[in-house]
């Protein structure tokens, strides 16, 4: 890996001397939807950061029944087992967009790298702890929040994710989104429904949200992590501007 | 500490030499129900390691709502957020049983001693991880189980912790149990009556799983860890000694 747009993603901004002597051990790939970049169970020999597209992470229940337990999109990192020794995918990847590109982060390569650096070893703990904060605040949204709220959480987080304060882009299945949330096709559908009084409105993989601050004060006063999360500053900095 | 008792934990076990001499900074302490160990937003200068007892950690929204984010008891270490430089506690942590025991080991300690032991470093990964995979679990059997599968699950993992295949003891109010499951205290009612077939039954706080084969099969048919986790593979085993 060459090309220095790559050091726009935080895991190589911070340490690019550190990177230097390991960037010819990363490479750069494209898939198209509906291909699968790792399988549950496969041994997770690298991580994986998406440069731009999308990609859903699946598990499957014995009883046939199919669970997304991540959509992650540009600056997303999936795969993190590979960090640990002789672990294995915890789930599928699979594409959803044509012309995903996705870099592959050798395990071997972060680990060497977190064994030299301390500030690296440090800075993926961190890492990871947030996306335990992430997942467990998800959790405990199931119950402290509506079907329209966790969708509006989502909707904050794309908002966040691409800077953008008007209009997000979201080019995925209905019933994709549904899995992830948690809820029905239809309860998604009846929850767009209930976020028309805020002016969300959507117009294929385009949703407009004119009034983020609305957003914020419809979703965030329900949640236990008001106060200390970064998409609720977020929006509220970004509109005030 | 200086206890022998104590080694008996993960935590202690692998790494004795190691920890022989930061025992002088871990302190153990009791507390009382409705005691609390640690208060959300708290600096996180410890993690708890309970030796006795059970805690419930909780948070609450912004419009009122508690939601208990963790039901812990023998052996279960909570406020890991103490391994990263200038955390706080991302809850608080309620004692939920007299006389309930815990190790508070300062998380300098653990920084220093994972500085200085690769294999403990580890170690502490690998928990956290273990961790994360536990909690994304629990987060997609919300739409993957039933609410009575929930429960459970719950119990199994209670035959898993307390060694028992026929009698676990849960000595924690019913409502407490059901926000942690992510359920109505009605729903919880309704999943003990829907569990009855199994010939699961409650008393007090005493709840006899006859048959932990059936369990199972009722429980892990639905979910996508099942085949490679613990609990499931520890309670056939057990079921067939």
Known sequence: ?????????????????????????????????????????????????????????????????????GLCTNGDIFGKAALLTQASYPYTGEVLQNETEVIAIPAKTLRQLSQENAEFSNFLMETMNKRMDRVQLKLEQMSSLTAAQRLGCFLLQLCQQQGET??????????VIASYLGMK?????????????LGIQ??????????????????????????????????ITAAKE
């Open 1 to 69: 890996m060459t090309d220095a747009t790559y050091t726009c993603f935080p895991l190589f901004q911070r340490f690019q001397d550190a990177w230097k002597p390991f960037l010819p051990t990363i490479h750069s790939h494209r898939f198209d939807k509906h291909n699968y970049i790792i399988n549950h169970g496969d041994p997770a020999n690298h991580v994986w950061l998406i440069v731009t597209g999308w990609v859903s992470l699946l598990r499957h229940t014995p009883n046939g029944k199919q669970v997304t337990v």
């Open 166 to 175: 008007s209009q997000v882009s979201m080019p995925i299945d209905k019933h």
């Open 185 to 197: 096709p239809e309860t998604l559908s009846r929850s767009f429904q209930q976020l028309k009084p």
């Open 202 to 235: 959507v117009k294929q993989s385009t949703i407009t949200v004119p009034d983020v601050g609305k957003l914020v004060e419809y979703v965030c006063g329900s949640c236990s992590e008001s106060g200390l999360c970064d998409m609720e500053s977020d929006a």
